[in-house]
C-alpha cells in the first residue's frame, strides 16, 4: 500500500525545522507532491480531526490570473494594436475598418490612443487613417509580466485597467499554513469511518483507529408514518373512558331523526337549535320511514301536555316533524336510544356508556368552529345517582385528562336538570375556561323509555378539538381538522401524554 | 344563550350596593349568570364602526350577562335585579296581584274568527298609573326585543304590542283582514299606508324585513282595532303610530297574540311582573277580558301561582346533601320559590311564582335548591356503580388498523364528512344519481352539499393543500362515508372505510397494492380464491383505463385499487399521478 496524502504530508513536516516562522504553506507543499490543493487540504482536515498531530492555520492569498480573453491576448496581441497593424497605409472608411481584426473594441481603443484619425469629410463617407507611424502593445507586455508570476511588479492602476477590461483576474485562494502540533508523530495510521463485517471476523477493528462522529449534528429522519394529533388525543380519552369502566355507543350513524336527536330528548319542536341556522335537515332522505311507536305517543304526550309530575311544554307536537332527518347535532341521540334499548331490557342493570364522534352544526365557520366537530361523551345510568355523584366522575376524568382545578357552574340545557358547565383554571389565561358541560337527565326523558323511577343517568360532554387544540397550541381549527390541514405539523406532533 | 346589557352603575345602585368586577362575576357564577362582557356603548360603536363614529357616544360602564335561556325573568334590569336581591336575601319575592275592574269597566279584546288560519291567540293586560323614566322605559322596550328574539321565536310563536291606553277606547278587536283593505299610520311614519305597502316599505328594513315572512303568503293578514277603528296593530310586524307610547304614558294596553297560546301567556306574565313594578299600586296588574269567537271569555294576565310538594329527601338525595327540610326550604325561598315545610315535617311545599314557567317539574326545583346551597360546596363522590367495559368492535378494528398503517409507512388524514355534490360525483367522473349521497337540505355553502360517499375526495383535497411537502405522499384515513339505505329506521347508514392514495412522480401501483396485500396479511385475510382476496381488473370512472381493480374478500367487493385518471388528478388541482386505494373494512369484522 503506497503511502497515504496524510502521511506524505506528515514526513514532510518531520523534516522542516522547529522554530519560530517554520512551516509549509499547503498550496507550495500540494505543488511539491504533484497534488490537487484540494486532496491536500482534505488530509490536512483529517489530520486536524485527530486532535493536537498538526497545526493548521487558514490563510487566504490573492492572486492575479490571465483571463481566457487575456490568454487570447497573450497570443495574438491586444486588439487595438491588431487593429492598427491590419489597416492598410490609405487608411480604409469607417465602416470597413470596423470588420478588420480587434473590431469595434480595438477602435475605440486605439482611438483613445490617438493611434488613429478619422476624416470626416472623405468622399464615401468617414474615413479611418493611422496618425502614428509604429505603436508598442503595452497590453501584450503587462500580461506576459502577468504570465511570469510578476503581477504585483504591475503599477495598481494597470492591474485595474486590466481588470476592467476583463483581461486579468483577481483569484482569492484558501489556503493552510501547516506547523507540528503538539502531539506530532509520524506513525499517525488512517482512520477507519465505519466498523465493517470484515473488522468483526477478523479482530482488526482491535488495532485499528476511528474516526470520531460528530454528535452535534441530527441524525436522519426515519421514513414513516404519523398518527394525526387529533385522533392521537381520540385514542387517549377512549383509553381513560375504558380505564373507568365506561362501555363504547356504537355511534356510526351520522344520519339522525328529529325524533331521536330533539323530541326524545324532551326538547321542544319550536327550540331555536331546532332552527334551519343551527342543523343540517336533509333533503334526501327528508324523513325517517321508522320511529317506535308506542314510545313515540309518549314522547307525544309528555311534550304536549306533560306528565310524569312534569307540566310539559303545552304546544302542539307534530309527528311529521319528528320525523324530519338531520345530521345528528350530538352523540346525545345515541345516548338517548341506547337508554331506550336498556330500558326495554327485562331487568334493569346500571350501565356506564361513552362515545367520541362526530357532531354537525349550520353555524357561521370561523378560527374556532367547524361545521363539523367530535363530541365527547359520558353516561352512567344506575339507581340514586346524585349531583354530587356526577361531580366526582367528572373531577375523575378531569384528572385523568390532566385538569385538576375545577369548579361548576349553574347552567341551562334543555334535557338536563340540574345541568352545570364545567370551568378549570387555565394558568396561561390566568382564568377560568369552560371545559365541558354536565347534568342529570330530565325524568320527562327518562320515563317515556320505561326507566324505573329511581334510576338517575348522569352525562357530560365536551368537544374533542378544544382540548386538543390546547394540547398542540394550535390557533386555528383548520390547520388542525380537514384538508387544509398542515401535514408538517402532523408529522412533527409529538405523543398524547395528558397528564403529563 | 340570550345576553342582557345593563348600565352597570343603574345595576349597583339597584342592587343597594356596589361590588368590584371579579365579586360580580362571582356572584353571577354562583347563581347561574356569566358576566360575558363590560363594556360602552363608546366601546361597542368603535369596535363595530370605527373609532370615529364612536365619537360622542356614552362611555357609561355596561355589563353584558348572559342569562340561561329558559329564564325569562332575568332578561331585564328590573328581574336581574329582583332575582339577585331574593338570593341575597336582601328582599322578600313580591307578591303579583291581578285586579280584577269592576263588571263592564275592564278592557276587553274580541277576537273574530278570521285570525283563525293567520294567529288564533290574544291575551292582554293593562298596567295602570305607571311612572316611567328614561331608563324604565328603555328597559320596557328593550325587554319586549329580548322576548321577541328569544321565547317568541322571533315573533313566529308570538308578538307583543303594548300601546298608550288613553289614546285609544276598547272594546278592541283583534280580526284578520286582506292586505288592501288595512290601512294606517305605522310607527315612526309620517303617512297612511295599505298593509301592502307597509310590506314593501319594511322589505329593505334591517330589523322588520326579518319578520314579513310570517304572513306575507297569507290571505289575510292579523290587525287589532280599537271600538274607533284606530289601528293598534299588524302583528307581528309593526304597531299603529297612533298609540304609540313615551316616557309619558300612565296606562298602558299590552296585548299579545301568537300561534302559541301557552307561551303567550307567558310572555305576558313576563312583561306585567317586571313592569308592574313602577305603577302606582306596585306589583299589581289590570286584568282584561279576551273574548273569542266562540263567546267564551277568559280573563288575562293569568299570573298564576302553582303549589308543588317535595320531600326533603328527595331533594337531598338527588343532590347529595343532607340538609334539613326547614334549610332546603329557605334555599329554594332564596331562588323565588317560596317554600315551607308542611305535613310531618318531611314535605316541603313549593310555591311557583307566575314569572317561573322554567319550573315544569320537581327536578328543576331540585336544581334551584343545589344553585341555591352552591353547587361547590356539594360533597363530590365516586359512585359504586360496577361496569365492565366493551370497546365497540368496529371502532377497536379501527384504532388496530391505523396504528400499522402508520407503521406501514402512511400519514393519517382527518377529512370532513361533508363535501360539495362536486367532489364525490363530477370530479370523479360520476353522475350524483349513481353515489346514493345523502343531500343537505339548507348547506350555508356548496362544501356541505352532501354527506360524503367516498373518502378519496379529502384525502386528494389534503394533498392539494400540502403541494409543497416532499415527495412520495403517503396517507391514509379511517372513517365513516354515509349512504342512503331503505331498510334502516332513518333511510340512510355509515359504512367504515379504509382509503389510502400514494403521490408521486410516478403512480406506484405496486406500492398501494402492496399496502392492500398488507392489511389483507394483518386481517389474517390470504391471497387465494377461494377463502381469501383476489383483485380483479375492472374500469372505474375515477381510474386510468387498464389500471383499474375490484377488491374481492370474504365472498363479496369490498373496494377498488388502481392508478388514478387523469382527468381526476386534474380536476383535484394535482399534479403528479397517483394510485389509491379504498374498502370497507366492515365485512372484517
Redesign the interface.
Known amino acids: 500500500m503506497s503511502p497515504s496524502v496524510a502521511e506524505l504530508l506528515l514526513q514532510r513536516l518531520e523534516r522542516e525545522a522547529a522554530g519560530p516562522g517554520a512551516g509549509l504553506c499547503s498550496l507550495e507543499t500540494a505543488a511539491a507532491l504533484g497534488l490537487d490543493h484540494q486532496t491536500l487540504v482534505g488530509a490536512v482536515k483529517s489530520l486536524q480531526a485527530l486532535g493536537e498531530v498538526i497545526e493548521a492555520e487558514a490563510r487566504a492569498t490573492r492572486r492575479w490570473e490571465l483571463s481566457p480573453e487575456g490568454v487570447e491576448v497573450l497570443r495574438d496581441g491586444s486588439p487595438e494594436v491588431r487593429l492598427f497593424r491590419s489597416l492598410p497605409a490609405e487608411g480604409l472608411p469607417q465602416s470597413d475598418a470596423m470588420k478588420l481584426p480587434g473590431g469595434s473594441v480595438g477602435f475605440s481603443k486605439a482611438m483613445a490612443n490617438k493611434w488613429l484619425r478619422l476624416e470626416k469629410g472623405a468622399p464615401g463617407g468617414p474615413r479611418v487613417v493611422r496618425a502614428v507611424a509604429e505603436v508598442q502593445d503595452g497590453v501584450q507586455e503587462s500580461l506576459q509580466q502577468v504570465q511570469r508570476g510578476e503581477a504585483e511588479n504591475l503599477p495598481e492602476r494597470e492591474r485595474t485597467d486590466l481588470k476592467r477590461r476583463k483581461l486579468l483576474l483577481e483569484v482569492t485562494l484558501k489556503s493552510y499554513w501547516i506547523r507540528k502540533g503538539s502531539a506530532f508523530s509520524t506513525a499517525v495510521a488512517r482512520q477507519e469511518t465505519e466498523l465493517t463485517p470484515e473488522m468483526i471476523a477478523t479482530g482488526s477493528w482491535q488495532q485499528r483507529p476511528f474516526k470520531p462522529y460528530n454528535f452535534s449534528a441530527l441524525g436522519l429522519p426515519p421514513?414513516?408514518?404519523?398518527?394525526?394529533p387529533?385522533?392521537k388525543v381520540r385514542?387517549q380519552l377512549?383509553q381513560i373512558?375504558?380505564e373507568?369502566?365506561?362501555?363504547?355507543?356504537?355511534t356510526?350513524?351520522?344520519?339522525?331523526?328529529s325524533f331521536w336527536n330533539f323530541d326524545a330528548l324532551f326538547q321542544p319542536q319550536?327550540h331555536?337549535a331546532r332552527d334551519?341556522h343551527d342543523t343540517?335537515?336533509?333533503?334526501?332522505?327528508?324523513?325517517?320511514?321508522?320511529?317506535p311507536a308506542g314510545y313515540t305517543a309518549k314522547v307525544k304526550k309528555v311534550h304536549s301536555q306533560?306528565g310524569?309530575?312534569?307540566?310539559?311544554?303545552?304546544?302542539e307536537w307534530r309527528l311529521e316533524e319528528a320525523r324530519r332527518?338531520l345530521?345528528r347535532t350530538h352523540t346525545t341521540s345515541t345516548s338517548a336510544r341506547m337508554l331506550y334499548q336498556l330500558a326495554r331490557q327485562e331487568k334493569f342493570s346500571?350501565?356506564?356508556y361513552f362515545s367520541i364522534d362526530?357532531v354537525?352544526r349550520?353555524e357561521?365557520l370561523d378560527a374556532t368552529h367547524?361545521?363539523?366537530f367530535h363530541q365527547v361523551e359520558g353516561v352512567?345510568a344506575?339507581r340514586?345517582?346524585?349531583?354530587?355523584?356526577l361531580?366526582?366522575?367528572l373531577?375523575?376524568f378531569f384528572t385523568k385528562l390532566g385538569i385538576t382545578q375545577l369548579?361548576?357552574?349553574?347552567?341551562?340545557n334543555p334535557y338536563t336538570?340540574?345541568?352545570?358547565e364545567v370551568f378549570s383554571y387555565h394558568e396561561g389565561l390566568k382564568k377560568w375556561v369552560e371545559v365541558g358541560n354536565s347534568g342529570?337527565f330530565?325524568?320527562?326523558l327518562l320515563l317515556p323509555m320505561g326507566l324505573p323511577e329511581n334510576v338517575?343517568v348522569i352525562a357530560w360532554g365536551l368537544s374533542l378539538e378544544r382540548p386538543t387544540m390546547i394540547k398542540y397550541g394550535i390557533n386555528n381549527i383548520r390547520e388542525l381538522?380537514?384538508?387544509?390541514?398542515?401535514?408538517?405539523m402532523?408529522?412533527d406532533s409529538p405523543l398524547c401524554r395528558l397528564d403529563a | 344563550m340570550p345576553t342582557v346589557s345593563v348600565k352597570r352603575d343603574l345595576l349597583f345602585q339597584a342592587l343597594g350596593r356596589t361590588y368590584t368586577d371579579e365579586e360580580f362575576n362571582e356572584l353571577c357564577f354562583e347563581f347561574g349568570l356569566e358576566l360575558d362582557e363590560i363594556t360602552s356603548e363608546k366601546d361597542i360603536i368603535s369596535k363595530e364602526k370605527g373609532e370615529e363614529k364612536a365619537k360622542g357616544a356614552s362611555d357609561t360602564i355596561l355589563y353584558k350577562i348572559d342569562v340561561p335561556a329558559n329564564r325569562y325573568d332575568l332578561l331585564c334590569l328590573e328581574g336581574l335585579v329582583r332575582g339577585l336581591q331574593v338570593f341575597k336575601e336582601r328582599i322578600n319575592l313580591p307578591r303579583y296581584e291581578k285586579i280584577i275592574p269592576p263588571q263592564g269597566e275592564g278592557q276587553r279584546l274580541i277576537i273574530t274568527e278570521e285570525t283563525v288560519h293567520v294567529r288564533p291567540h290574544a291575551v292582554a293586560a293593562v298596567l295602570r298609573n305607571i311612572t316611567f323614566t328614561k331608563e324604565r322605559y328603555d328597559s320596557f322596550i328593550d325587554l319586549q326585543e329580548k322576548l321577541h328574539q328569544n321565547i317568541c321565536r322571533r315573533r313566529a310563536l308570538v308578538a307583543i304590542g303594548t300601546h298608550d291606553l288613553d289614546t285609544i277606547s276598547g272594546p278592541f278587536t283583534f280580526t284578520a283582514k286582506a292586505p288592501s283593505e288595512i290601512k294606517f299610520k305605522p310607527l315612526n311614519q309620517s303617512q297612511e299606508y295599505t298593509a301592502s305597502q307597509i310590506m314593501d316599505l319594511y322589505r329593505t328594513d334591517s330589523h322588520l324585513r326579518h319578520y314579513l315572512h310570517l304572513i306575507e303568503n297569507k290571505p289575510l293578514y292579523p290587525v287589532i282595532y280599537d271600538s274607533n277603528g284606530v289601528v293598534l296593530s299588524m302583528p307581528p310586524i309593526i304597531n299603529g303610530d297612533h298609540t304609540k307610547i313615551s316616557i309619558n304614558t300612565r296606562n298602558v294596553f299590552i296585548e299579545c297574540t301568537g300561534t302559541d297560546i301557552t307561551k303567550a301567556k307567558i310572555v305576558l306574565d313576563i312583561i306585567v311582573t317586571m313592569f308592574s313594578e313602577y305603577c302606582e299600586k306596585p306589583f299589581s296588574v289590570e286584568a282584561a277580558e279576551v273574548v273569542y269567537p266562540n263567546g267564551k271569555t277568559i280573563i288575562y294576565p293569568e299570573l298564576a301561582y302553582r303549589k308543588e310538594k317535595v320531600k326533603s329527601d328527595h331533594i337531598n338525595k338527588k343532590i347529595g346533601i343532607s340538609e334539613t327540610p326547614s334549610s332546603l326550604a329557605k334555599l329554594l325561598t332564596r331562588m323565588c320559590l317560596k317554600s315551607h315545610v308542611i305535613g310531618n315535617g318531611n314535605n316541603i311545599e313549593i310555591e311557583i311564582p307566575p314569572t317561573r314557567a322554567d319550573i315544569m317539574h320537581a327536578c328543576d326545583i331540585v336544581e334551584d335548591a343545589a344553585i341555591a346551597y352552591g353547587y361547590n360546596n356539594i360533597q363530590m363522590t365516586i359512585p359504586k356503580t360496577y361496569t365492565i367495559a366493551n370497546q365497540l368492535p368496529l371502532n377497536k378494528l379501527t384504532e388496530l388498523l391505523r396504528l400499522d398503517l402508520a407503521a406501514a409507512g402512511f400519514t393519517e388524514a382527518l377529512t370532513f364528512a361533508l363535501c360539495s355534490q362536486e367532489d364525490v360525483a363530477d370530479k370523479l367522473g360520476m353522475d350524483i344519481s349513481a353515489t346514493k349521497a345523502v343531500r343537505i337540505a339548507n348547506p350555508k355553502t356548496a362544501e356541505f352539499q352532501v354527506a360524503r360517499t367516498t373518502l378519496l375526495p379529502g384525502l386528494l383535497k389534503t394533498i392539494a393543500a400540502n403541494r409543497k411537502m416532499p415527495l412520495p405522499l403517503k396517507l391514509f384515513e379511517i372513517s365513516d362515508i354515509v349512504v342512503k339505505d331503505p331498510n334502516t329506521d332513518v333511510g340512510a347508514r355509515n359504512y367504515r372505510h379504509f382509503c389510502a392514495v400514494y403521490y408521486n412522480k410516478s403512480p406506484g401501483f405496486e406500492i398501494i397494492h402492496g399496502l392492500l396485500d398488507r392489511v389483507m396479511q394483518l386481517l389474517e385475510v390470504p391471497p387465494n380464491e377461494e377463502n381469501g382476496y383476489t383483485i380483479k381488473a375492472t374500469e372505474g370512472s375515477a381510474f386510468f383505463p387498464g389500471r383499474c381493480a375490484e377488491i374481492f374478500a370474504k365472498g363479496q367487493s369490498v373496494g377498488k385499487l388502481g392508478v388514478l385518471h387523469p382527468d381526476v388528478i386534474t380536476k383535484f388541482e394535482l399534479t403528479m399521478p397517483c394510485s389509491a386505494l379504498e374498502i370497507n373494512i366492515e365485512p372484517f369484522l
Open positions: 421514513a414513516c408514518g404519523h398518527l394525526h387529533l385522533l385514542s377512549r373512558f375504558l373507568m369502566g365506561f362501555t363504547e355507543m356504537p356510526n350513524n351520522f344520519v339522525e331523526s319550536q331555536p334551519q343540517f335537515f336533509l333533503q334526501d332522505p327528508a324523513k325517517a320511514p321508522e320511529l306533560g310524569y309530575g312534569s307540566q310539559g311544554y303545552k304546544y332527518n345530521l346500571p350501565v356506564k362526530r354537525f349550520n357561521s367547524l361545521a363539523e352512567v344506575d340514586g345517582l346524585t349531583l354530587g355523584h361531580m366526582g366522575i373531577r375523575q369548579r361548576f357552574k349553574p347552567a341551562y336538570e340540574p345541568s352545570m342529570v330530565r325524568p320527562e338517575s381538522v380537514g384538508h387544509r390541514v398542515n401535514l408538517q402532523v408529522y
